[in-house]
């Protein structure tokens, strides 16, 4: 019958759906360190091929989440798949599993023969406590699907016994069996027997793979979910271009914390890396003049290194992958610094990058009555500076743009300007009136030992006015750069609020994702990013995920 064809799908969906869950529900748990995972590494690893693409487990049990979720998320969740399979939860599932639920992508083609289409490989696992109780489950569930009209088959395989029917077509199989702690279910008879043979065979499993050991050394102990992934075979699965990857692989953890979330990710590499970004101590002080209305920061030193950097190493690989081309596709969400480039002939390397070798702080600021942001642009005035600046003036004076001085309540500004001629119709008998309107281009000035460029007037004010009102202080910014370790590269820090409107118009299927992870993105409130750590041939950082209580 067709309502059990699609049942491995609604065991892939929910596996997916727990963690959006668990990262949604972790905004309301009064007490984070109660959720702590039993285990820091997923024990079913050893059923994953160390060739896998990807890897994702779920280091506590479900019913840990049901106490804090607020809009009974699990519930709803667990009523809409089970009702589609014949499964009580309750009665069935849950006096049996365990603290860990994985899902695997295990080949990109179970048959290996590409003539006649791609049919990827998918491998779940949930931990069980009591294995009689499980076999008697799986048991279960294909008695339903016998009695739906399956044609079961019941298979040993190496001490294992293995329940699947063939009366579906090939890509709506679900084979399923209990294995050394475990219940498995795949989509194909070949991807369970591949497992069983990953766990009698260990060098073929995850775990004898050195990318992996050194990977998971990198996660904390109080990880509640994880994810591993082979990037070159991520690049392939996925149909994008990853010509030499510089990292390979890279894994992902996810920590409960009291304000939040946070996500940490090591990415590997087996060959040589640059030279680290250079490494921050303390909060940039050149966020004391942006103002809490930005939506978008960019905060940290050095930019005239940034270049030659591991973290430019990184970008170079990851929008080579997304966009095949090497274009610069963080520029859509960015748009100032593309209208920048486009329409003023600027080089952003040579012309302003090569100058910064302090520190600085890149704002965008949401207008309701236009689309595109304005933006700030705070510099820490070093010797490099004036010189920068010049050559700025030299640009705008090839373009055709006018520089000036004015005051704006006794603060000296400099103007960029595009000056037209005006004319004002008068009574026939007396002459037009001629004058100048000036169309400001960019702004900068003084304040303290920073520089401060912005887009126009009324931001370049904002900049001024922001020393009691500035993001530095401001106890939602602080909370987030709390727990990001230090020494780091600075920040990347988003107001989800005030920039999910323009995040939508630049990048149309974040909509989708809300649509998918709508309890997650009901509760955020901000995101941080950075980058720390320095060990050889490993890039660590980490997003912070703030949450609405």
Not at 122 to 137: C, G, H, I, N, V
Not at 399 to 405: F, V
Request: hydrophobic residues 40%; neutral net charge; proline residues 6%.
């Amino acid at each position: 019958m067709n309502r059990q064809r699609p049942f491995f799908n609604f065991l892939v969906a929910g596996a997916i759906a727990l963690l959006m869950i668990a990262i949604a529900g972790c905004s309301f748990a009064k007490s984070p360190g109660n959720l702590g995972a039993s285990t820091t590494q997923p024990g079913a690893a050893i059923f994953v091929s160390k060739l896998a693409p990807v890897m994702v487990s779920l280091l506590t049990n479900p019913d840990q989440l049901q106490a804090w979720e607020r809009e009974k998320e699990l519930s709803k969740l667990k009523t809409s798949l089970l009702t589609k399979s014949g499964i009580d939860y309750k009665q069935d599932i849950q006096p049996w599993l365990g603290d860990e639920i994985t899902l695997a992508v295990t080949t990109l083609d179970i048959d290996r023969d590409f003539e006649n289409g791609k049919q990827p490989g998918y491998l779940m696992a949930l931990a069980t406590k009591k294995p009689e109780k499980s076999r008697e489950f799986v048991e279960l569930l294909f008695s339903k699907r016998v009695l739906a009209g399956a044609n079961l088959v019941v298979e040993q395989y190496k001490g294992a016994k293995l329940l699947y029917d063939n009366s579906q077509p090939q890509q709506d199989l679900l084979v399923g069996g209990v294995v050394d702690g475990f219940v498995l279910f795949a989509n194909d008879p070949k991807v369970l027997r591949d497992a069983i043979n990953n766990v009698q065979v260990p060098d073929l499993n995850l775990t004898s793979s050195p990318q992996y050991q050194k990977a998971t050394q990198q996660l904390p102990k109080e990880s509640v979910a994880v994810a591993f992934l082979n990037l070159p075979t991520v690049a392939q699965w996925q149909g994008l271009e990853l010509p030499e990857p510089t990292y390979n692989s890279q894994i992902i953890s996810l920590a409960l914390n009291p304000k939040g979330l946070l996500a940490e990710t090591s990415f590997l590499t087996s060959s040589a890396t640059v030279t680290p970004s250079s490494p921050l101590s303390k909060p940039v002080d050149a966020l004391q003049y942006i103002p809490t209305s930005a939506s978008l920061v960019i905060a940290s030193s050095h930019l005239n290194d940034l270049a030659n950097s591991d973290l430019a190493q990184l970008w170079t690989q990851v929008k080579t992958a997304i966009s095949g081309s090497g274009t610069d596709i963080v520029s859509r969400v960015v748009q100032p610094l593309k209208e920048l480039q486009e329409s003023r002939n600027i080089n952003l390397q040579q012309d302003i990058f090569s100058w910064v070798q302090g520190e600085y702080a890149l704002a965008l600021l949401p207008r309701e009555d236009q689309i595109t942001p304005d933006w700030m642009f705070v510099v820490e005035k070093l010797a490099g500076v004036p010189e920068g600046i010049s050559r700025l003036d030299a640009i705008a004076s090839a373009i055709g743009l006018s520089t000036s001085t004015l005051s704006l309540d006794q603060q000296k500004i400099s103007a960029w300007a595009e000056l037209t001629a005006a004319i004002q119709q008068t009574d026939r008998k007396e002459r037009p009136k001629y004058g100048i309107e000036a169309k400001v281009q960019g702004v900068h000035t003084t304040l303290g030992n920073y520089e401060i460029f912005a887009s126009n007037l009324e931001t370049l004010n904002e900049a001024i006015a922001a020393k009691e009102n500035s993001l530095i202080k401001d106890r939602s910014f602080q909370n987030s750069i709390a727990t990001i370790p230090r020494p780091n590269q600075g920040y990347v820090y988003l107001d989800w609020t005030k920039s999910q409107d323009l995040l939508e118009r630049q990048l149309p299927i974040l909509k989708l994702v809300e649509v998918v992870g709508k309890p997650f993105f009901n509760s955020l409130r901000s995101l941080t990013v950075s980058s720390y750590g320095s060990e050889p041939g490993t890039l660590k950082g980490g997003i912070f995920f703030q949450l609405y209580k």
